[in-house]
């Protein structure tokens, strides 16, 4: 498998745009989490879907920030309208979550965005 | 609310050296706890996974213990290379499994020297 797919790798946006960071998880994991990462609160956990439905999105720092996962193989994050302090690296994990299993998180190699 | 906390921020020792690495926790009710290795510009990479009931697990050169009680883990590295030079996280898994969520510390940034 190829691991944790996130697209694009660099996003360079100005204040007040809509970004759009993508997806896509290990086949077969059931779980896939969203974390944003900064020097000042480390990494966070935003939202995570098992089965493509969410279910913890107490992270989601505003109504700025919306996720969805239409299908198994494919989710979102976006953001509308972008603000500097929405710069970080984004990083989506996804895991065969527990239930007999050890939860596992595979992590993707993130999206570093900057807003200007 | 459960907070992980990692010290030293940043560790620089020469080669060859062994080192300890460590993680507090303030809830002792976790299910299991993660280490994991950042290198630059990278995702994170999954070293060591302990469940709440074990005490240890080991691979290769890499050692983490769990003292649940205390709210505790290491990561020991044995005999120190270069390609060891990363950020390494601690990650806990809250309460009894319910919740696949994951609460980090900020990491180590470790630097080994030739």
């Known amino acids: 498998d190829a691991g944790v797919i996130q697209s694009p790798r660099h996003e360079v946006t100005e204040m007040g745009q809509e970004v759009t960071l993508r997806c896509k998880p290990i086949?077969?994991?059931?779980?896939l989490f969203w974390y944003r990462q900064t020097m000042m609160r480390g990494l966070e956990l935003l939202i995570y879907?098992?089965?493509?439905?969410?279910?913890?999105d107490s992270g989601m720092p505003e109504d700025r920030f919306s996720a969805k996962m239409p299908n198994a193989s494919f989710s979102t994050l976006k953001i509308q309208p972008s603000e500097p302090r929405d710069s970080a690296v984004y990083f989506c994990a996804s895991s065969q979550g527990t239930g007999g299993r050890t939860g596992e998180q595979y992590f993707g190699p993130g999206t570093r965005l900057t807003v200007t | 609310k459960q907070e992980v906390t990692q010290i030293p921020a940043a560790l620089s020792v020469p080669e060859g050296e062994n080192l300890v690495l460590n993680c507090s926790f303030t809830d002792s009710a976790i299910y299991n706890l993660q280490w994991f290795r950042q290198d630059p510009g990278k995702g994170l990479t999954s070293l060591l996974l302990i469940q709440s009931s074990q005490r240890e697990q080991t691979s290769g050169r890499l050692n983490a213990s769990l003292d649940k009680s205390s709210g505790r883990s290491t990561l020991y590295i044995a005999a120190s290379q270069p390609g060891d030079s990363a950020t390494y996280l601690c990650?806990?898994?809250?309460?009894?499994?319910?919740?696949?969520?994951?609460?980090f510390g900020k990491g180590t940034k470790l630097t080994v020297n030739p």
């Open positions: 990650a806990v898994r809250p309460g009894s499994g319910g919740s696949e969520k994951l609460v």
């Open positions: 086949s077969g994991h059931d779980y």
């Open positions: 879907f098992n089965n493509n439905v969410p279910i913890d």
